[in-house]
């Protein structure tokens, strides 16, 4: 005979693949049977024809299937209730301690801005994102670009956010869970953001998102550094900024905007980035398209490290068009190994800040 709590011990470990909790955890597990070789279980989704069916189907399959003596598995679906839908939101909810976010605050938050527009934030974000979720890490990224959203084509996502309660699921691609107004919007309608509308639509994706436990949370940031920025420092008073620059000498009046932008905000500068510091020549050689120097100079002036240098190359841009971040590609590129090398030095730095403080929850 098999044990019904031996099975639950299995789903215990299992997690719903949108909400990051066990299924057990978030009461979504209905009932078990077992005889001598097969089990039946119930299990209510969150929403009916919830999208992620399958997943939960085969993750449970494969998890009790692989329990001595158990020949069959059989799932049996339904869909929970309002009551039930509205217990588990607040428990989803319930827990937080803080304004803001609900459930847990990410370990770690990382804005990232530039004085100036298309300098590459939104290409290097995507990219040290996967690189943080492939080094194991929980990540997901914030499109506080309302506007100009680019997140959800360089992450290659597309679809809409399931919405449990008032509670939205980020959708989620490379182990990265994001949040995008281009969910909500066609490409070919610009969507227009006045200023308390957009203040308010940044706190949405804030504290009606549920991001689960993250350890870091990368927020993209529109161009330049007005609005956003201060109701992101706001509601993340912790948050971190990096700062990406290209290498002309244009940087210098930059660092100025983006020093202003910290000081007023009290955000922390973590570090500079440079990025399309130069193109790799065939014969070996490399061509300064944008000249030399801006990462050096603008770190100097903001007091912190550069913590790399990005080459320009054309697969990192297909990479962003393709939904392929270039992190991931098993060919050779310098631009993706810098990148890879700065993912590092931003989990060395967060560590080394985290580990004096004790855990204040
Ligand atoms: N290192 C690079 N090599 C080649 N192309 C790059 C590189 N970095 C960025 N790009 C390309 O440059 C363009 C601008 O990049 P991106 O959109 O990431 O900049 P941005 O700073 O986010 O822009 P915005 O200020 O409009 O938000 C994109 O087409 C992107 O693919
Ligand atoms: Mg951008």
Redesign the pocket.
Request: glycine letters at 18%; charged letters at 20%.
């Given at each position: 005979m098999i044990n019904k709590d031996d099975v639950m011990k299995v789903l215990e470990k299992i997690d719903d693949p949108e909400l990051h909790r066990s299924l057990v955890e978030l009461n979504m597990v209905k009932n078990v049977a077992v005889d001598d070789t097969s089990v039946v279980i119930d299990i209510a989704l969150t929403i009916p024809g919830c999208p992620l069916k399958a997943k939960i189907h085969k993750d449970v399959t494969e998890g009790v299937s692989a329990m001595p003596g158990v020949k069959t598995v059989q799932i049996n679906f339904s869909a929970m209730s309002q009551d039930e839908r509205k217990t588990l939101t607040e428990k989803l909810t319930g827990k937080s301690k803080y304004a803001g976010f609900k459930d847990v605050r990410p370990k770690h938050v990382i804005a990232v801005a530039?004085g100036?527009?298309?300098?590459?934030?939104?290409?290097?974000?995507?990219n040290l994102a996967v690189a943080l979720a492939a080094e194991g890490y929980q990540v997901g990224v914030m499109d506080a670009?309302v506007y100009?959203f680019?997140m959800p084509r360089?992450l290659g996502i597309v679809g809409q956010p399931t919405l449990i309660g008032d509670m939205l699921i980020p959708l989620e691609n490379y182990g990265v869970r994001l949040m995008s107004m281009g969910f909500f919007a066609d490409d070919d309608n610009p969507v227009i953001w006045r200023g308390p509308l957009l203040h308010k639509a940044i706190n949405q994706f804030i504290a009606d998102v549920h991001w689960g436990k993250l350890d870091y949370l990368m927020i993209?940031?529109?161009?330049?550094t007005g609005d956003v920025s201060i109701t992101i420092s706001q509601a993340i008073p912790e948050a971190q900024v990096l700062v990406?620059t290209t290498p002309q000498a244009a940087a210098r009046s930059v660092a100025g905007r983006v020093a202003k932008m910290a000081e007023k905000t009290n955000l922390k500068v973590m570090g500079v980035v440079e990025?399309?510091?130069y193109y790799q020549l065939p014969d070996g050689s490399k061509d300064f398209i944008f000249g030399k120097g801006g990462g050096v100079e603008l770190a100097g002036q903001l007091n912190v490290p550069l913590l790399g240098q990005?080459?320009?190359?054309?697969r990192?841009?297909?990479?962003?068009?393709t939904g392929k971040p270039i992190v991931l590609s098993p060919e050779k590129s310098p631009?993706a190994e810098e990148i890879s090398k700065i993912a590092r030095s931003v989990i060395r730095k967060t560590m080394e800040q985290a580990a004096p403080v004790a855990s204040v929850n």
């Open positions: 530039s100036k527009g298309g300098v590459g934030k939104s290409t290097f974000t995507a670009d100009g680019s360089a993209d940031l529109p161009p330049g990406v990025n399309m510091s990005v080459p320009i190359e054309t990192l841009r297909e990479g962003g068009d631009a």
